[in-house]
């Protein structure tokens, strides 16, 4: 299991790599924080995630809640397939800014 990673390259997109999946997605979660600050629009690009579970997608539905509540917008690129499928599966895919 990779550890998951975020950090904001220098294009302003936030990328998030490694296994998305519960155990790891609660330290992700706490450092990505700081992104959050009501400053600036949020791209995630997660073409780096090479594993993920339904945690993977809770972390996403969480970013999306942060967003609304700090006011800015948000939106996914590159969301891997397996996360897709999971989100179609629950009825969540509505709900994700996916570009």
């Known amino acids: 299991m990779s550890a998951a990673k975020i950090e904001l390259n220098d294009a302003g997109t936030i990328e998030v790599s490694g296994a998305l999946e519960f155990g790891l997605v609660v330290d992700l979660l706490k450092s990505s924080q700081r992104f959050f600050s009501g400053e ?29 509540k700090s006011e800015q917008a948000l939106s996914f690129q590159d969301i891997p397939k397996q996360m ?6 629950s009825g969540l895919d509505d709900i994700l800014p996916i570009v």
């Open 84 to 89: 897709l499928d999971i989100a179609r599966v």
């Open 40 to 68: 600036g629009d949020l791209l995630f690009n997660l073409s780096g995630v090479n594993k993920t579970d339904s945690a993977g997608l809770a972390l996403l539905v969480e970013w999306v809640a942060m967003a609304e």
